[in-house]
Structure formats: structure tokens, C-alpha cells
């Protein structure tokens, strides 16, 4: 069966130190993975969307990496900020006919001035 | 602002009721997609509709159903509610091209008392 768990499900950091969030996935094949930021209330944003063949991929103050043998992908939130503060949610994508991402549960991470 | 839109935003009912919510893709999406989120919960995919037609069924209900018009905008229709389905109800749209990536509307909150 297709799933996408994340680990940890709930994290808080002091203001200003880096942290790093896990996606392990068992999508196979898989055509894409994405992670997502929501804040609450609001819909997911995408913050980072890579195929395959990509090892790391850069958008500020985040940078995802992904390891296809493993099946493993990584977050890392440089210098966070209290806007950081939000549900980052990894999304694998199946390359069928519709489409479909397979969600994770999400990691909850909390910055504290 | 993603260029989803959903109305209403929030919605409030009694059990046993009927609802609809509705999504406006953005501009040059075909594709439309429903999630619900409940409290603290991931998103669990409803349904997907691809130019007028269902492309494919997540965990929906029997007593919900929707449709997408000839002007791509879509209905979610929630009927004989139950306290369990309040939630969050997002509607995302796909951009056409390689990586597939949703973009989320701002979510409609139904709550049911």
C-alpha cells in the first residue's frame, strides 16, 4: 500500500535555530514529492516540488532533499522565524492517469520567541 | 492568494442538513480536487473532476456528493450531516504541465451542530 509517514508529528525550536523534518515514503514507482506548508486554518502552499532525478532543492530559508534508494526525503528550515510556525506536510505523487499525491500527516512544528 | 476561490467561507448547520460548497479554479485549470481536514487531522482526498467529468473517489461518503460545470467551477454537496462532518473543506485545482502541483483555496468552515 502506498504511504507517505512523517516524523516527528509535533516539534518546537527557539526562534533563530534550524531544524529538520522526515518523509519516509513507500510509493513506488513515484513521479514527484512535494512538501507543503499550512498554517492553520489557511490551505497548504507548496514550498518545494522534486522529481526523481533531484537531489536538493533550495526555496530561501528552506531546502528539501531527497534520497530515491531510500525512499527518504528531509525539510531543513534554516534560522526560523515565528512565521515558520505551520504544518509541513510531504505529498508524493504516483504516476498514474489522475494524478493523485498521497499525503502525509504532517509534522507540526512550533517557533517560540 | 492562490487564485482558488471557495465560498462560503464559513458555514454553519444542524444535523440532519443539507449544504453545498463551491470552488472557482484558477484561470486555465482543468482539473479540481476536494479534501477535508478535521481538527488536527491530514487532509483525506474526496474527489477529483477533470473537465466536467469524475477522474477519481477518495474516502467520500455516500451521503456527499459533487459536480463540476461546463465553466469548470465545482460543488461539493453534504447531505444528512452529522456532527462528525465538521471540518475544514479545501478545494484545489492542478496547473497543467510536468509536476502537477495543486493550488489550494482558502478553505471553507462547516460546522455542524
Known amino acids: 500500500k502506498n504511504q507517505v509517514e512523517q516524523s516527528p508529528q509535533s516539534l518546537i525550536i527557539l526562534e533563530g535555530k534550524n531544524c529538520t523534518l522526515q518523509?519516509?515514503?513507500?510509493?513506488?514507482?513515484?513521479?514527484?514529492l512535494r512538501w507543503y506548508k499550512q498554517d492553520t486554518g489557511r490551505g497548504p502552499v507548496s514550498l518545494t516540488i522534486m522529481t526523481f532525478s533531484e537531489n536538493t532543492k533550495s526555496n530561501g530559508r528552506y531546502t528539501a532533499t531527497l534520497d530515491a534508494d531510500t525512499k527518504q526525503s528531509s525539510l531543513h528550515i534554516t534560522a526560523s522565524q515565528l512565521s515558520d510556525s505551520a504544518s509541513y506536510i510531504c505529498v508524493v505523487s504516483a504516476p498514474d492517469s489522475n494524478y493523485q499525491l498521497i499525503w502525509g500527516a504532517g509534522t507540526k512544528l512550533i517557533i517560540k520567541p | 492568494d492562490s487564485g482558488v476561490t471557495q465560498t462560503p467561507k464559513h458555514l454553519i448547520t444542524a444535523t440532519g442538513q443539507r449544504v453545498t460548497l463551491r470552488c472557482s479554479p484558477r484561470s486555465g485549470d482543468l482539473s479540481v480536487y476536494w479534501y477535508q481536514q478535521s481538527l488536527d487531522q491530514g487532509l483525506q482526498f474526496l474527489i477529483q473532476?477533470?473537465?466536467?467529468?469524475?477522474?477519481a473517489k477518495g474516502n467520500i461518503l455516500e451521503r456527499f456528493s459533487a459536480q463540476q460545470f461546463p465553466d469548470l467551477h465545482s460543488e461539493l454537496n453534504l447531505s444528512s450531516l452529522e456532527l462528525g462532518d465538521s471540518a475544514l473543506y479545501f478545494c484545489a485545482s492542478r496547473a497543467p504541465g510536468q509536476k502537477n502541483e495543486q493550488f489550494f483555496g482558502p478553505g471553507t468552515r462547516l460546522t455542524v451542530l
Open positions: 518523509c519516509n515514503y513507500t510509493v513506488s514507482p513515484f513521479s514527484n
Open positions: 473532476y477533470y473537465n466536467g467529468e469524475e477522474r
